[in-house]
Structures are given as C-alpha cells and as structure tokens.
C-alpha cells in the first residue's frame, strides 16, 4: 500500500465516509473510486486492522457508561465550572459591570436517550421497570371539539 491508500484507511477507519476519505486524501469527489479503494483487499484489511485497534483501545464497560450518561443527567449546568469533566465549553466574558462566566456541558437530551436505548425502554412492550409513563396525543382538527378532557395519566409502581 502506498501513503494515499494509508491516510485513507486512517480517515476512513476514524468514522469517516469512504467518499469524505477519498477527497480529503485525493482533492476530488469520486464516489465510484473511493470505493473501489476501500474494496482493495489490503486497503480493507487496514481498515479493518485500525478500527479493531481502536476498539481494543476502548475500556469502558457498559455499567461505567451508564454511570457516566447518569450524571450527565443528573448534574445541573450551574454546577459546571472550567475544570468540571461534563464542561465542554467555558467561556468567560468582560463586561462594563464584571465578568459574566457560563459553561456548556453535554447534552442532557441526548445522554438520556443514549441511556434509555441501553436499558432498553425504547424497545415496545417494556413496562420501563415502575417509572411513570407520559402519553403525548396531537390534535389533527383545526377546530377542537367542545368537550376536550385532558389525557389521563398512568402511573406505574
């Protein structure tokens, strides 16, 4: 394999599409040949090589991810700083009064939607293990009806 056909396997290996790859390491977009490339068996077999590498690399068990999705949850903006781990951006700004500071974490909407898929609640039929189901209905017509009662909640214990 030469150097192209190496940084494309890289590229390729990293999670990027085959497409994406090939222009990045050949400065053109050609669909039909970035995978043709990818095909070469010693182009696969690197692919293949690097990203079972990488996985090996990873350590985190799947109740340690939980632990961490929980706490990003569960952790309240204001209580990020610059140094807090769930902070992914810090910024500071100088005003006429002071300085105004804020932090960025993780997305809540997301961690919590990563944890339900891997506790399963997503799948149809789970009984979500007692915890309080919310039925969300839409209303089609443009003019409600007269006699609108709000939806019943269902509680499970």
């Known amino acids: 394999m030469n150097a192209r056909q190496m940084k494309f396997a890289r590229i390729v290996a990293e999670g990027a599409s085959q497409n994406a790859a090939f222009e990045k390491v050949y400065g053109k977009s050609e669909a039909t ?12 077999a690197e692919i293949a090589r690097l990203q079972a590498e990488a996985a090996g690399c990873c350590d985190l068990k799947r109740d340690e991810m939980i632990r961490y999705l929980v706490s990003i949850v569960r952790t309240p903006v204001g209580h990020l700083d610059a140094d ?12 006429k009064s002071g300085t105004r500071r804020g932090a960025k974490g993780i997305s809540k909407l997301g961690a919590a939607k990563l944890l ?12 979500h293990d007692g915890v309080l189901q919310i039925t969300l209905n839409k209303m089609w ?12 909640r269902e509680w499970n214990h």
Do not use: F, M
Request: proline share 15%; with cysteine.
């Open 33 to 44: 040949y970035a995978s043709r490339l990818a095909r070469k068996p010693a182009v696969a």
């Open 84 to 95: 807090h781990p769930l902070t992914q951006e810090w910024y500071e700004v100088s005003t």
């Open 116 to 127: 339900c898929g891997i506790l399963g609640w997503l799948r149809p039929g789970n009984d």
């Open 141 to 152: 017509d443009d003019d409600p009806p007269e006699d609108i009662t709000p939806p019943k």
